[in-house]
């Protein structure tokens, strides 16, 4: 599913409050949405030329608490980019998010290999 930015911020703002206000039945790693939705919406995507190739950067620009309650074992945390600096560097784009939002993966059951990560 290919959604906008417009599309994908109303989604989102709706599934967090959804979380949020039922936080307490809601157990963790329990909520299973389609895989590439799911990277859609934590992820901003750019496609770059580097070192003679073209490569996709990943940036997690929808990240929190409530993302606990999601099961994210096969969301591809392959080619991150960590650093919000870089990543608007390398790629040219400002980003989807406040400057001052921090990544917050914690408690959450994501498989994370950093020696993955762009």
């Avoid at 599913?1 to 599934?15: A, C, I, S, T």
């Avoid at 919406?41 to 929190?64: A, S």
């Amino acid at each position: 599913m290919r959604l906008n930015r417009k599309e994908k911020n109303e989604f989102r703002n709706r599934v967090e409050e959804a979380v949020n206000s039922n936080w307490n039945e809601i157990p963790d790693a329990s909520i299973k949405i389609d895989t590439s939705l799911l990277e859609e919406l934590i992820f901003q995507t750019e496609h770059i030329w580097y070192g003679g190739k073209q490569v996709t950067i990943k940036f997690p620009i929808w990240t929190g608490p409530f993302l606990r309650k999601f099961d994210l074992t096969s969301v591809s945390f392959d080619d991150v980019l960590w650093n919000k600096k870089a990543f608007q560097t390398i790629c040219n784009v400002s980003l989807e998010i406040d400057e001052n939002q921090d990544c917050d993966l914690s408690y959450t059951n994501a498989k994370i290999d950093f020696r993955k990560a762009f």
